[in-house]
């Protein structure tokens, strides 16, 4: 199993940028995506989650500015990011759940890929 996270970079407060989680080595229909981000010194946080289906999960401080989608047929998803600010400023993980449900539930994503930075200026 294999999640490769890219898209991150440094933008400025205001702008967009999309992030891509490319799977590998799994049945991508049969697992929810999820996105997850760590701020220095805080606790990793669910951000973003779709099932095959389409069902989706946000947090609350990204709804109305990131949108999750999935192209099952690339085994991969998207996060697409507007109107950054500061607060958005994390290393963003993509995880995998054999699930048919979408969840946001930490826990429950047994796999990983590496973190990519995105780095918010104001």
């Known amino acids: 199993v294999q999640l490769q996270a890219s898209g991150g970079g440094l933008v400025q407060a205001g702008d967009s940028q999309r992030l891509s989680c490319a799977a590998s080595?799994?049945?991508?229909?049969?697992?929810?995506i999820g996105w997850f981000r760590q701020a220095p010194g805080k606790e990793r946080e669910g951000v973003s989650g779709?099932?095959?289906?389409?069902?989706?999960f946000y947090a609350e401080s990204v709804k109305g500015r990131f949108t999750i989608s999935r192209d099952n047929a690339k085994s991969t998803v998207y996060l697409e990011m507007n109107r950054l600010n500061p607060e958005d400023t994390a290393v963003y993980y993509c995880?995998?759940?054999?699930?048919?449900?979408?969840?946001?539930?930490?826990?429950?994503?047994?796999?990983w890929g590496q973190g990519t930075l995105v780095t918010v200026s104001s």
């Open positions: 995880a995998a759940v054999p699930s048919l449900a979408v969840t946001a539930s930490r826990t429950l994503y047994d796999s």
């Open positions: 080595g799994f049945a991508f229909r049969h697992r929810v």
């Open positions: 779709i099932s095959s289906d389409g069902d989706t």
